[in-house]
């Protein structure tokens, strides 16, 4: 300020560089109150006690910063006061109004005001709390009744839902793929002891986008009867170092608690990416923290009853280690749906629309290589040319074959674009086989 004197802004400038310097701080609130800045002092004193909450000078101070009665009992040496009215700085410290002699800091020290004294720490606070924050943070976790140690309550858990492969409609190679993979072991614990089949394991959904590999996931959870615990790159990055790892092992910490549970990894090729192409080592420390955990080797007792299922769009960019067996070890294609599923699919999104006489078998056979979301958008689209028709003629008029045609009309298939760059890999970049299945599928379409 620049009615400061230069002492004031000297010592303001020290405190600044040593903030924790509760003595200097200390001297700095005197000087403000001997000027009459009761305001700044109080905001002085309220940040040495932040720092030194039993500081008996530094309570003694914001008493007379407040303008408050001395305590009629021991305060501490700084808090004495002659009857007239708190002391200044520089004066005598005389007995107290009823003439006991000056008390020592014993009494202040233990935090609190001593019975029969007429200060009220809580009003105190209260008329400070805008000026200096919290002296601590609450644990959110903590608030929230979670028990010590325990991340439990961290994550969200989805118990058993409704969702079974039967609501999948059509894709019967993927079903085949996952009754072995994890439910028949499930089903039958005689014959998983008897071939030593271990109740763990994981699966890679791979795929063009919006073709049903997160739905795919939920219907295993629920034919499992297992918790589901949704995981995405969001869950996972925190800006602090080290952070990011914890929160990869406090997930799978808690699918081993509420075991058996699947757990979705959403998007591997954000969460796993490869560490060759990965310049931020956080982003590489995250994955090697991923790769501990599917081992289960931070898990003590391992993953027994934990099952794995990742999906993405893009598993050429998804580190080769995670592929690796006992890992994801398992690859499944998730093709757009066939005949078969998108005739399930459009039933549903239709189901609750006003239709009259749809032809499904024609509306199947336009919609070939379209995903689960491009049959969505066709019902969407068609729905709102009826609804404008509506709005225009006044009466209402129900949705109709050809409706839903011109709506499938306008629309191209979204998988096209993913195919065309999934070519080049299945054909030039098919190490081991990994995309045998991709390649065939070409083949059969005659896209190669």
């Known amino acids: 300020m620049a ?11 020290a405190v600044a560089a040593a903030p924790g310097d509760v003595p200097l701080r200390l001297h700095f609130a005197e000087l403000l109150l001997a000027e009459g800045r009761n305001d700044e002092a109080v905001a002085e004193a309220a940040v040495a006690l932040q720092h030194a909450p039993g500081d008996a000078d530094a309570r003694a101070l914001m008493v007379r910063a407040m303008g408050l009665p001395p305590a009629a009992g021991p305060a501490g040496p700084a808090a004495t006061a002659d009857s007239a009215g708190p002391a200044r700085p520089g004066e005598p410290a005389g007995p107290g109004a009823d003439g006991e002699p000056p008390a020592g800091p014993a009494a202040a020290a233990g935090g609190g005001a001593p019975a029969g004294s007429g200060f009220d720490w809580d009003a105190a606070e209260q008329q400070v709390q805008d000026v200096v924050g919290p002296r601590f ?15 439990a309550d961290a994550w ?25 993979a994890f439910l028949a072991p499930m089903r039958n ?4 002891r008897l071939y030593g089949k271990s109740l763990r394991g994981g699966l890679l959904l791979y795929g063009p986008p919006g073709c049903g590999k997160t739905f795919i996931a939920r219907a295993v959870a629920g034919e499992l009867g297992a918790n589901f615990l ?8 925190d800006m602090w170092i080290g952070a990011s790892e914890k929160n990869i092992h406090d997930i799978f910490e808690t699918a081993r608690r509420q075991a058996p549970c699947v757990v979705f990894l959403d998007e591997l090729d954000a969460l796993g990416a490869k560490r060759s192409r990965t310049h931020h080592s956080g982003l590489r420390n995250v994955v090697n923290q991923l790769l ?3 081992d289960g080797i931070a898990g003590g007792a391992g993953n027994e009853g934990v099952f794995v299922l990742a999906a993405t769009n893009v598993p050429w960019d998804v580190d080769i280690a995670l592929r690796r067996p006992g890992r994801l070890d398992r690859t499944l294609l998730v093709l757009p749906p066939d005949a078969t599923a998108r005739e399930a699919i459009l039933r549903y999104h239709l189901r609750e629309r006003p239709i009259e006489a749809v032809d499904l078998g024609r509306l199947v056979k336009a919609t070939e290589d379209f995903s689960g979301a491009d049959l969505a958008h066709v019902c969407e689209t ?18 109709t074959t050809k409706d839903l045609l011109g ?7 979204s998988t096209e674009p993913w195919f065309a760059a999934a070519r080049n890999v299945a054909m030039f970049a098919n190490e081991g086989g990994l995309y045998d299945d991709l390649l065939a599928h070409l083949k059969r379409k005659r896209k190669l």
Not at 137 to 151: N, R, T
């Open 407 to 413: 709506a499938a009309k306008q629309l191209r298939p």
């Open 156 to 180: 969200d858990v989805d118990a058993p839902g409704a969702v079974r492969l039967t609501d999948v409609g059509g894709m019967e190679e993927v079903k085949d793929r996952l009754e072995a």
């Open 137 to 151: 943070l609450e644990d959110p976790q903590a608030a929230e009744g979670a028990g010590a140690g325990g991340d």
């Open 230 to 237: 949704t995981v995405s790159l969001s869950d996972v990055l």
């Open 292 to 294: 501990t955990e599917l």
């Open 382 to 399: 068609a729905a709102e040319t009826a609804l404008l028709d509506s709005a225009r003629s006044g009466s209402v008029r129900l949705i």
């Open 189 to 192: 614990p005689e014959l998983r």
């Open 3 to 13: 009615d400061e004197s230069p002492l004031i802004r000297s010592l303001r400038a």
